[in-house]
């Protein structure tokens, strides 16, 4: 599925470059850039959705996100915009093609541990702040919330 050229895909409906090209940005923004020594592939990898953007010549995500069920929350993880497309709001237009995703299934919240860093990104995009700030992989994180339908 695609919403505004971002693509909807459960990994075993993504192609190896696909998925190639999703992790090599999450793999070089969460381990090269951040230095976080946690393990970016995890088990909700296997059922999550993954929300990306490829480049022309498909070869590099220019953003991605991943979106799963957890406890009966939907939760979004590892958000990530390379290096070369930063400054031209595809991390906006992404969790906004996210939101619309999730409304057309009638889902009421969506979830994230956001890095605090970039809690004012969240911010500006309707995210609500739950509970304390938290450490996850030696980063400083905070839940969030996002109302999707009223």
Same mark, same amino acid.
């Given at each position: 599925?695609?919403?505004?050229?971002?693509?909807? $895909? $459960?990994?075993? !409906?993504?192609?190896?470059? !696909?998925?190639?090209?999703? !992790?090599?940005?999450?793999?070089?923004?969460?381990?090269?850039?951040? $230095?976080?020594t946690l393990p970016d592939l995890d088990d909700e990898d296997l059922i999550a959705v993954q929300v990306y953007l490829l480049n022309q010549k498909q070869t590099t995500a220019l953003a991605t996100c991943r979106l799963f069920q957890e406890d009966g929350k939907w939760m979004l993880g590892r958000v990530a915009v390379a290096k070369e497309a930063r400054g031209m709001h595809l991390g906006s237009q992404m969790l906004e093609a996210v939101h619309q995703f999730l409304q057309a299934d009638h889902v009421a919240a969506l979830y994230c541990h956001a890095q605090m860093r970039v809690k004012p990104f969240y911010d500006k995009l309707g995210y609500q702040v739950i509970g304390e700030p938290f450490d996850e992989g030696g980063v400083e994180h905070v839940m969030m919330k996002k109302i999707i339908i009223q």
């Amino acid at each position: 599925m695609k919403i505004d050229n971002f693509t909807f $895909k $459960k990994i075993d !409906e993504m192609t190896a470059r !696909e998925f190639y090209c999703v !992790e090599r940005l999450r793999n070089t923004t969460f381990v090269a850039e951040q $230095k976080i020594t946690l393990p970016d592939l995890d088990d909700e990898d296997l059922i999550a959705v993954q929300v990306y953007l490829l480049n022309q010549k498909q070869t590099t995500a220019l953003a991605t996100c991943r979106l799963f069920q957890e406890d009966g929350k939907w939760m979004l993880g590892r958000v990530a915009v390379a290096k070369e497309a930063r400054g031209m709001h595809l991390g906006s237009q992404m969790l906004e093609a996210v939101h619309q995703f999730l409304q057309a299934d009638h889902v009421a919240a969506l979830y994230c541990h956001a890095q605090m860093r970039v809690k004012p990104f969240y911010d500006k995009l309707g995210y609500q702040v739950i509970g304390e700030p938290f450490d996850e992989g030696g980063v400083e994180h905070v839940m969030m919330k996002k109302i999707i339908i009223q």
